[in-house]
């Protein structure tokens, strides 16, 4: 019996879709328990699998005998608003939660980089954006979630509350671990009501001028929203740009707009709403124009150097698409490299102690590199035992990294 | 019950002052601040420095002698307990703050460093560590990390993973790893998140990098006071639902009240009260955090405060907070015993499920107090007795069993910030599935293979189901 007509028997004519570009066969369960299903087969017969989303961030070629698609997994499960807690399936569109969520006055302060993107791939390949400097990444939204292991067993951790200490933190495991320990089926978020003012401000400048504006701001205190040094090519200008945006009651964003324009030292313009979400959305579409994304990590006072180290390594002409989030000392990088670049990166980033993760890439590029690389100590076979233990047989076609 | 050869071996890595096995001193580390569970530990051993901690570690490994790590014993879940065939590594010599990064608002310290110092050492600077357990000046920075601690002000700020950037930690084995990066960007999967909150069973963390936050310029503390419980508990969702973050949502009942203020904490709450509800509210800007504080107070009065007292000015904040701060202590002297529950249920779901837990009380003829995180939705039902009186523990058990299977029937968990430990584990398997509670032991024995590291707490070994 083929793969195809091997899921048709397991989960009905509905769940079986049109193979890949390849001709792999493609999966659509609607349920955690035909996820399950397909996945003990999977186990039971050594199949390879990958798991897909909405197919708009992570290429779509990972070989594989079988592709998971969460297409059908789709909606909101549970939302209270008053409990500001949302339960939401994986294949849910990023975008359209964020419009049932406004419907209800409500939102999560996230806006993961990319366009047509899945709840899902957000979760596990865990893309904060710029609102990370107010409010955090997804770590900190995640308030639990549904996880299937690679031999089918349904893993549930966290829930519909706010704080929770019971047991191991798998939630935090899982997010951003690129599905290799499993897939996620559905997931809780926390909600903050929509604030009642939203504004973005704009300077346009020199590169270090910028970056030091930016740290002058952090230094009146206030914590905006956003706090963003964007290359000319992701802010589609001709010059860096410094993006501030800062949200709340009209009384307090009033109070922080004159607060960090004093502090900034720079000329600030203010975009009007419009004008500033198409900003916000065309940077952070951009980021896919290019093949490979990196995120590096660093601190706040070393964010030159790890821009200086990109460029002599990456961006020799400074023309790629660079976001910089000053107060948590990440720079997002998207470009073109091949393999051997990239890792001659992580070794230099990893000896000034500046984690490199492979974002997205072509197969070839991440795994022969791996979506992470270049522990210290021994850590890298802490994250490979941890790894074997939620998929022993490497069933999920994810390149998480080697040990080093 | 410890081999003498291993006590040679702890006395010569730590010096034999450190080395505890005097049974009147190892009585002092029986119990920890939850006095229902008391376990007297093998020998107690008091390293002074990471490289100590390393060596004792790895003489326990070479022994395959269980081990438990112990801060200051504020703990509320009797999860720094250790049998008598294990040894307590207790790391309250460990004080050392390494480092305070002003530029890049984080600082480094040792696992013994008491919480409100670092806040203390931080001001300076305009900074402050967050995280404000009611035990804040006593417990540890390391037990707050092996709890994932929370406090009042976790409403806005965050409990203790969300301040956490990256750890130096000794495993099991006596090896040394670190997870995270200093500048908080996960390297790998997220080690740190899964580690916080691990409850000493991964290892014993040795250095601590946590993110400072900003001091506020404004607060407001507010005290509104309500004729039932059931109103404070409606004002906090209507407070949530209108967009407002306060650093801090309080709730004390009219029992905890009553006793707050027959105590010498006394801070002049209104005692014909059936509820009291403390809100913070603060910010960088004095008229953005005044025009909040006007505001939400009309949303109080609307909501059926009867009062609402305002304060500004440190004094007359800290005055406010008095009661709800010293609430604890106040609990302690009225009975022996104390059985503190710390149940998480969606904000909501509050009136109801605390309606219910006052039935509970009265159907055993127990005294229940509420004082807690109303924001969070994180109960604090206390229950304080005296253990001695025939057939009453026996009552305060069965109550506190109702309890948690009302909060848990209410879409809630068992523990919100004081952890499992050994008082919660009989209620893991009303939350986890055998297959959830099966990857964690699996987990856990990525760390520590020999399972050494805090037996026996945190997972029930009969419940998990594993391939």
């Known amino acids: 019996m083929t793969i195809a007509a091997r899921i048709r028997a397991l989960i009905g004519d509905d769940g079986l879709a049109e193979p890949d570009a390849v001709g792999t066969p493609r999966a659509v369960p609607a349920s955690d328990a035909e996820c399950a299903l397909i996945l003990r087969t999977a186990h039971a017969q050594r199949w390879r699998v990958r798991i897909e989303g909405c197919g708009s961030w992570m290429p779509p070629d990972a070989p594989a005998h079988l592709v998971l698609s969460t297409r059908r997994l789709t909606g909101i499960v549970d939302l209270n608003p008053a409990d500001m807690v949302v339960t939401v399936r994986a294949g849910t569109k990023?975008?359209?939660?964020?419009?049932?969520?406004?419907?209800?006055?409500?939102?999560?302060?996230?806006?993961?980089?990319?366009?047509?993107?899945?709840?899902?791939?957000?979760?596990?390949?865990?893309?904060?954006?710029?609102?990370?400097?107010?409010?955090?990444?997804?770590?900190?939204?995640?308030?639990?979630?549904?996880?299937?292991?690679?031999?089918?067993?349904?893993?549930?951790?966290?829930?519909?509350?706010?704080?929770?200490?019971?047991?191991?933190?798998?939630?935090?495991?899982?997010?951003?671990?690129?599905?290799?320990?499993?897939?996620?089926?559905?997931?809780?978020?926390?909600?903050?009501?929509?604030?009642?003012?939203?504004?973005?401000?704009?300077?346009?400048?020199?590169?270090?001028?910028?970056?030091?504006?930016?740290?002058?701001?952090?230094?009146?205190?206030?914590?905006?929203?956003?706090?963003?040094?964007?290359?000319?090519?992701?802010?589609?200008?001709?010059?860096?740009?410094?993006?501030?945006?800062?949200?709340?009651?009209?009384?307090?964003?009033?109070?922080?707009?004159?607060?960090?324009?004093?502090?900034?030292?720079?000329?600030?313009?203010?975009?009007?709403?419009?004008?500033?979400?198409?900003?916000?959305?065309?940077?952070?579409?951009?980021?896919?124009?290019?093949?490979?994304?990196?995120?590096?990590?660093?601190?706040?006072?070393?964010?030159?150097?790890?821009?200086?180290?990109?460029?002599?390594?990456?961006?020799?002409?400074?023309?790629?698409?660079?976001?910089?989030?000053?107060?948590a000392g990440v720079v997002r990088w998207s470009g073109s490299a091949d393999a051997g670049q990239l890792r001659l990166i992580r070794g230099i980033a990893a000896q000034r102690e500046m984690p490199v993760t492979l974002e997205r890439a072509p197969w070839p590029v991440r795994s022969e590199l791996g979506h992470f690389g270049a522990y210290r100590d021994s850590v890298g076979r802490i994250v490979h035992s941890l790894w074997k233990a939620f998929d022993p047989q490497g069933t999920f076609s994810v390149p998480l990294g080697d040990q080093s | 019950m410890i081999p003498s050869q291993a006590l040679d071996a702890l006395a010569a890595a730590v010096g034999p002052e450190w080395l505890k096995t005097d049974q009147a001193e190892l009585a002092t580390f029986a119990s920890d601040g939850l006095p229902t569970h008391v376990s007297r530990p093998g020998a107690a051993v008091i390293p002074g420095c990471r490289d100590e901690v390393l060596r004792v570690l790895r003489i326990l490994h070479h022994f395959q002698i269980p081990f438990v790590a112990r801060g200051a014993g504020t703990g509320l879940s009797g999860g720094a307990l250790a049998r008598s065939d294990s040894v307590l590594v207790v790391l309250t010599r460990l004080t050392r703050i390494l480092e305070i990064d002003a530029t890049n608002r984080r600082a480094v310290v040792e696992p013994g460093v008491v919480n409100a110092r670092l806040s203390t050492a931080a001001e300076p600077f305009g900074l402050h560590y967050a995280p404000d357990p009611s035990s804040q000046s006593a417990c540890t920075i390391g037990g707050n990390v092996a709890e994932n601690a929370g406090g009042p002000h976790c409403l806005k700020y965050g409990v203790t993973s969300n301040h956490v950037l990256a750890l130096e930690v000794a495993l099991p084995n006596g090896e040394l790893v670190q997870l995270g990066s200093s500048g908080g960007e996960s390297w790998g999967p997220d080690l740190v998140g899964l580690f916080v909150g691990s409850e000493g069973t991964f290892g014993l963390a040795?250095?601590?990098?946590?993110?400072?936050?900003?001091?506020?310029?404004?607060?407001?503390?507010?005290?509104?006071?309500?004729?039932?419980?059931?109103?404070?508990?409606?004002?906090?969702?209507?407070?949530?639902?209108?967009?407002?973050?306060?650093?801090?949502?309080?709730?004390?009942?009219?029992?905890?009240?009553?006793?707050?203020?027959?105590?010498?904490?006394?801070?002049?709450?209104?005692?014909?009260?059936?509820?009291?509800?403390?809100?913070?509210?603060?910010?960088?800007?004095?008229?953005?955090?005044?025009?909040?504080?006007?505001?939400?107070?009309?949303?109080?009065?609307?909501?059926?405060?009867?009062?609402?007292?305002?304060?500004?000015?440190?004094?007359?904040?800290?005055?406010?907070w008095q009661g709800r701060k010293k609430a604890f202590g106040a609990l302690g002297r009225i009975g022996s015993d104390l059985v503190v529950q710390d149940a998480v249920v969606p904000r909501s779901r509050l009136p109801d499920v605390l309606e219910q837990i006052g039935a509970i009380g009265k159907r055993h003829r127990l005294s229940i107090c509420n004082v807690f995180h109303a924001g969070d939705g994180n109960l604090h039902p206390n229950i304080s007795f005296d253990g001695s009186q025939p057939g009453l523990s026996d009552r305060v058990q069965r109550a506190s069993a109702?309890?948690?299977?009302?909060?848990?029937?209410?879409?809630?968990?068992?523990?919100?910030?004081?952890?499992?430990?050994?008082?919660?584990?009989?209620?893991?398997?009303?939350?986890?599935?055998?297959?959830?509670?099966?990857?964690?032991?699996?987990?856990?024995?990525?760390?520590?293979?020999?399972?050494?590291?805090?037996?026996?707490?945190?997972?029930?070994?009969?419940?998990?189901?594993?391939?």
């Open chain 2, 402 to 467: 109702e309890i948690m299977h009302t909060c848990i029937a209410a879409g809630g968990t068992i523990t919100g910030e004081h952890g499992v430990g050994s008082d919660k584990l009989r209620y893991m398997p009303l939350v986890f599935t055998a297959d959830t509670l099966g990857m964690m032991r699996r987990i856990r024995r990525v760390f520590d293979p020999h399972e050494l590291a805090n037996p026996g707490k945190v997972l029930p070994a009969h419940s998990c189901r594993e391939p």
């Open chain 2, 206 to 320: 040795t250095a601590i990098t946590v993110r400072l936050t900003p001091i506020p310029k404004a607060v407001r503390t507010l005290l509104a006071d309500f004729a039932a419980l059931r109103a404070a508990a409606e004002a906090v969702t209507s407070i949530i639902a209108e967009g407002f973050v306060p650093a801090a949502l309080e709730i004390m009942d009219a029992n905890c009240i009553a006793i707050v203020e027959a105590s010498v904490y006394a801070a002049g709450y209104p005692t014909d009260a059936g509820a009291v509800l403390l809100i913070e509210l603060d910010g960088m800007d004095e008229g953005a955090v005044a025009s909040e504080a006007n505001e939400v107070e009309a949303l109080l009065a609307s909501g059926g405060a009867r009062n609402v007292l305002v304060a500004s000015d440190p004094e007359r904040r800290e005055r406010l």
């Open chain 1, 94 to 327: 990023w975008d359209e939660l964020r419009t049932l969520l406004a419907n209800e006055g409500t939102w999560v302060p996230l806006d993961p980089p990319g366009a047509g993107r899945s709840v899902g791939s957000v979760v596990a390949c865990a893309t904060a954006g710029p609102l990370r400097t107010g409010f955090g990444t997804i770590r900190d939204q995640l308030l639990g979630q549904t996880l299937l292991t690679a031999d089918g067993r349904v893993v549930q951790t966290g829930g519909r509350v706010v704080k929770n200490a019971a047991g191991y933190d798998i939630t935090k495991l899982a997010a951003g671990s690129f599905g290799a320990f499993g897939l996620i089926t559905s997931v809780h978020l926390r909600l903050r009501a929509v604030p009642r003012a939203d504004l973005t401000l704009v300077a346009r400048g020199d590169r270090d001028e910028l970056l030091n504006g930016a740290r002058a701001v952090l230094e009146s205190g206030f914590i905006p929203a956003a706090l963003e040094v964007i290359s000319p090519r992701a802010g589609q200008a001709d010059h860096w740009v410094l993006a501030v945006r800062v949200v709340g009651s009209d009384v307090a964003v009033a109070a922080e707009r004159d607060a960090i324009t004093a502090a900034s030292g720079l000329t600030l313009e203010r975009y009007g709403a419009t004008r500033a979400a198409g900003f916000w959305q065309e940077t952070l579409a951009g980021i896919t124009a290019a093949p490979t994304t990196l995120r590096l990590g660093t601190l706040t006072s070393s964010l030159d150097d790890a821009l200086d180290t990109i460029a002599h390594y990456l961006d020799g002409n400074c023309e790629d698409w660079i976001s910089v989030n000053v107060l």
